[in-house]
């Protein structure tokens, strides 16, 4: 990082000091490039709320957004999952989720920043739903603009690994996998009815394994049931976990459709009038 661009932040922490929005100099031990002012302020507020106490080194980076290991007041290992950026490849991409979802349809012409914060605030919302459903994902704590804080799965900064991380490791005996492949598929059926959410871009890449349990992760583009592709997207969830079982990790395992036709069979006994829950928004 540059000279000016440290100067830059030195500065910002003073004035928050000043404005007594930090008691101490412990916040950031880590400082990087990709850190603006409005993204340091947000880290500061978070502090302020007391939802954050450190925030400590990356833990995942991708095109959007990075994931940092942070500590709570009390000391709890946390996951600090900040929104930095706007592609052009993440506007198309983001298209065919909230096209059809009125709650969502008009963020893509949003500008960047207000993108990005609608939609770390739409990750927040289907964490909450999801994990009110039962189903094991990162805990939501708080959030503020393009932050979201959750629950650390993994320990001491070192996060679990993904389902596909966790085979290529030879994590995964028969028995477990079958143990997990069991749950997930239990997970998109209770997202799917007590939530009323598809996770809509399900794999192996986005499941994380920890004490042989599996956990949801990265659900920003979860649907509702009630969107025009769901059960697109839902046929879909269930084809790509069961590919991976059955073609990488080499177990027995059900026929998707007969998955999906009892997934909708329960659903249609549990919702007959198959009314989608109005989603509880989060607010700042």
Known sequence: MAKKDLKKIELELRRAERENRIKDKDLFEVVEEVFDRRTILSILELRKRGCLKTLKGVVSAGKEARVYWGLSPSGKDLAVKIYLTVTAEFRKSIWKYIKGDPRYEWIGKLPRHKLMAVWARKEF????????????????????????????????????????????????????????????????????????LIHADLSEYNIMVWNGEPYIIDVAQAVRVDHPNALEFLRRDIVNIIRFFSEDVGIETPDPDNVLKEILGEEERVNPEHRAEKEDEPHE
């Open 125 to 196: 919302s289907n964490l909450k739903r999801l994990h009110k459903a039962g189903i094991a994902v990162p805990e939501p704590i708080c959030y503020y603009d393009t932050i979201i804080v959750m629950s650390f799965i993994g320990e001491r900064g070192q996060r679990a690994p993904l389902l596909k991380e966790a085979y290529e490791a030879g994590l995964l005996d028969e028995s477990t996998a079958r143990h997990i492949l069991d749950r997930v598929l239990t997970y998109i059926k209770i997202a799917y009815i007590r939530a009323r």
